[in-house]
């Protein structure tokens, strides 16, 4: 206590610098309250479901103003340091694994019931419903006030079961404090974001992990990472990062961020991938899809270089424990690798992919935790890759800004809550160019109203029906369905061990049923044409990518790849990774000569085709140049 001592800083500096007299760094600086801090205030600690204490509460406006002071002083004098010209900016940290994440997100008991959290509770509240009466009205609850509110309980937050979507009439509450976790999140975040940008005189670049939207699964709700657009849109964020999406990233899978990168893109901030794979020089315990070889290894390398290419994002190569990279070949790659994304930052173009996924926030405030969570978002987007054509990941609060693209093919994957104009927004982006809209599960069926069918049919366009019982989401393309071209026969399509309840489907004689769910029979995949746009309906979730690729086909999209293989592409460089070994034949938009963007040697092709043989998890990476 009030004791600085920032030699330990000055010799980190210093080591770097006698190593590498260039170096340039962006350090990460800890914001948590430390031990000694923790101990003399208790009371500004987080405190679990079950009453046991965790570490500072982020509604401690002590911790806050305190920390925040420490934080001035040590850019204070990182600013006079000798070093001071090689900072380029600052990542600052809190939170669960340093990530912003909620001290309980992946705990057996959630947070933060602590006294500074439930005051900062009820302010939300007095904010959202101004008296005692509209707050009565909205939790059904004719006793509780704004001045004593409580916080749900662990049951209230997650009672289990196969309900997919909060009951509006009973679970209001719920909702408010699911909603009011990620603002509390989100105020403490930027609150020491604002103090970054004005204690270095808007000199430096200020950056953090947040938004991470298809990371949490089950968890997602309790992260505290759904206040996402705040943080996009705030001035004192130059960039956001995170690992790349652990579910799915082996040798032969794909790589994806785990937030909607491209609304963030749009705003004209950067997304740093913090690359954290596991080599082959990992120990064989590492997980979170190690390599097994030194092939897999680069092939994964190269796959990762693809896709932050592909997204015009910035990457960290990150060898959390040493050794990871010790390897000539490996050394090798991160070099080209640099060499690589200078020549494309030279020669880079405008680009708009013809797919747009959108995320929405909002609407996991109306779901219960459960494995729909994953199967909606998660398991959806980390496949995206293999669907043959490169896509825009956004949030659905962005369907209106001018900046958004026009898409061929929109993708809603939770598109649950939805007012008028809302849903206005949507209608009106998809006329723009005849597109074709793909919603899924329940879109539209919560709104101002509550729960309604009719909400999901003026979103969809396509009348919808509620089955009342717990279910699988499965489906069953109908035979000779166009939709099923290039997939395997009469298998199901969706998770085998998820069950729902609702479930929904199609029960419009004016729609096209392309496929029926497995269960009862029932239409779970329909389309309709309408007036200057088209609808498709799933009730399934976790669609296969060949499923995507062909709606995408039949909404004009141009597809590059008919495989499973993951593709990156910005219309310059091509990068695919093989999901297994044999030949692949891309497709160009267009003519073009191709060569190999890591060697610079040609690549024979007819201009418009490239023919390919890869052996599994080998990724390729091409460079385009049109042809007049």
């Known amino acids: 206590p009030d004791r600085y001592d920032y030699a330990e800083f000055d010799r980190y500096f210093a080591a770097i610098l006698d190593i590498d007299p260039e170096a340039r760094f962006v350090p990460h600086v800890g914001l948590t309250g430390p031990r000694w801090w923790?101990?003399?205030?208790?009371?500004?600690?987080?405190?679990?479901?079950?009453?046991?204490?965790?570490?500072?509460?982020?509604?401690?406006?002590?911790?806050?103003?305190?920390?925040?002071d420490d934080l001035r002083r040590l850019i204070a004098?990182?600013?006079?340091?000798?070093?001071?010209?090689?900072?380029l900016g600052y990542m600052f940290y809190n939170g669960y694994t340093a990530e912003w994440q909620m001290w309980g997100t992946w705990q057996p008991f959630r947070d933060d019931y602590s006294q500074p959290a439930q005051q900062a509770f009820r302010q939300f509240l007095t904010d959202r419903y101004g008296t005692d009466e509209r707050l009565r009205a909205a939790w059904r609850d004719p006793k509780v006030t704004l001045a004593a509110a409580p916080m749900?309980?662990?049951?209230?937050?997650?009672?289990?079961?196969?309900?997919?979507?909060?009951?509006?009439?009973?679970?209001?509450?719920?909702?408010?404090?699911?909603?009011?976790?990620?603002?509390?999140?989100?105020?403490?975040?930027?609150?020491?974001?604002?103090i970054l940008r004005e204690a270095t005189g808007g000199k430096a670049l200020v950056g953090t992990y947040y938004a991470y939207l298809t990371a949490h699964g089950i968890h997602q709700q309790d992260s505290g990472h759904l206040a996402a657009r705040?943080?996009?849109?705030?001035?004192?964020?130059?960039?956001?990062?995170?690992?790349?999406?652990?579910?799915?990233?082996?040798?032969?899978?794909?790589?994806?961020?785990?937030?909607?990168?491209?609304?963030?893109?749009?705003?004209?901030?950067?997304?740093?991938?913090?690359?954290?794979?596991?080599?082959?020089?990992?120990?064989?315990?590492?997980?979170?899809?190690?390599?097994?070889?030194?092939?897999?290894?680069?092939?994964?390398?190269?796959?990762?270089?693809?896709?932050?290419?592909?997204?015009r994002a910035a990457v960290s190569w990150f060898d959390m424990s040493g050794g990871w990279f010790s390897h000539p070949q490996i050394l090798a790659a991160l070099g080209r690798g640099q060499e690589v994304m200078r020549e494309s930052l030279q020669r880079r173009r405008p680009f708009a992919p013809e797919i747009?996924?959108?995320?929405?926030?909002?609407?996991?405030?109306?779901?219960?935790?459960?494995?729909?969570?994953?199967?909606?978002?998660?398991?959806?987007?980390?496949?995206?890759?293999?669907?043959?054509?490169?896509?825009?990941f956004l949030l659905l609060d962005d369907i209106g800004l001018p900046a958004v693209p026009d898409y061929k093919f929109y993708i809603f994957l939770n598109a649950f809550h939805i007012d008028p104009a809302r849903r206005e927004a949507i209608h009106a982006k998809l006329k723009r160019n005849g597109a074709t809209a793909l919603f899924v599960y329940a879109p539209g069926y919560l709104g101002t109203g509550g729960e309604s069918l009719d909400g999901m049919r003026e979103l969809v366009g396509i009348?919808?029906?509620?089955?009342?019982?717990?279910?699988?989401?499965?489906?069953?393309?109908?035979?000779?369905?166009?939709?099923?071209?290039?997939?395997?026969?009469?298998?199901?399509?969706?998770?085998?061990?998820?069950?729902?309840?609702?479930?929904?489907?199609?029960d419009d004689p004016?729609?096209?049923?392309?496929?029926?769910?497995?269960?009862?029979?029932?239409?779970?995949?329909?389309?309709?044409?309408?007036?200057?746009?088209?609808?498709?309906?799933?009730?399934?979730?976790?669609?296969?990518?060949g499923l995507v690729r062909n709606l995408a086909r039949t909404a004009g999209v141009h597809v590059w790849l008919d495989t499973d293989d993951a593709l990156y592409t910005d219309g310059q460089t091509v990068g695919l990774h093989a999901a297994?070994?044999?030949?692949?034949?891309?497709?160009?938009?267009?003519?073009?000569?191709?060569?190999n963007a890591v060697t610079g040697e040609p690549v024979p092709s007819d201009s418009r085709t490239v023919p390919l043989s890869l052996k599994q998890a080998q990724t390729v990476l091409l460079r385009l140049e049109p042809i007049d």
Not at 46 to 54: E, L, V
Not at 81 to 86: F, G, H, K, Q, V
Not at 465 to 472: G, S, T
């Open 38 to 68: 923790q101990d003399a205030h208790p009371e500004e600690l987080a405190r679990y479901s079950d009453g046991s204490p965790g570490p500072t509460s982020f509604a401690s406006l002590r911790w806050r103003r305190e920390m925040g």
């Open 77 to 87: 004098h990182l600013r006079k340091a000798p070093y001071a010209d090689r900072i």
């Open 152 to 194: 749900p309980d662990e049951k209230t937050r997650r009672p289990g079961g196969p309900r997919v979507l909060r009951d509006p009439n009973t679970e209001r509450q719920a909702v408010d404090f699911y909603e009011f976790i990620s603002n509390m999140d989100a105020d403490a975040l930027l609150y020491f974001a604002k």
């Open 230 to 311: 705040r943080v996009f849109d705030s001035p004192d964020i130059d960039f956001l990062m995170s690992p790349p999406n652990y579910w799915y990233r082996k040798p032969g899978e794909a790589a994806t961020f785990m937030s909607a990168t491209d609304s963030f893109r749009l705003r004209g901030k950067l997304w740093l991938d913090e690359s954290d794979h596991r080599t082959h020089l990992t120990e064989p315990g590492a997980g979170y899809g190690r390599a097994d070889t030194l092939e897999e290894t680069l092939g994964v390398f190269w796959r990762e270089e693809a896709e932050v290419l592909a997204k």
């Open 356 to 392: 747009g996924v959108f995320v929405d926030p909002e609407s996991f405030f109306w779901m219960r935790p459960t494995d729909a969570n994953a199967a909606l978002v998660l398991h959806q987007v980390v496949v995206m890759p293999q669907a043959g054509a490169p896509w825009d």
């Open 463 to 506: 009348r919808i029906a509620k089955e009342d019982r717990e279910i699988r989401p499965q489906l069953l393309l109908e035979t000779g369905e166009p939709l099923a071209r290039g997939m395997k026969p009469g298998s199901p399509l969706g998770p085998t061990n998820l069950k729902v309840w609702p479930l929904f489907y199609a």
């Open 510 to 545: 004016e729609a096209r049923i392309a496929g029926r769910l497995v269960d009862n029979g029932r239409p779970g995949l329909a389309v309709k044409r309408l007036d200057g746009w088209t609808s498709v309906y799933c009730a399934a979730m976790q669609l296969p990518p």
């Open 580 to 595: 297994a070994d044999g030949p692949k034949s891309l497709r160009l938009p267009g003519r073009f000569r191709v060569s």
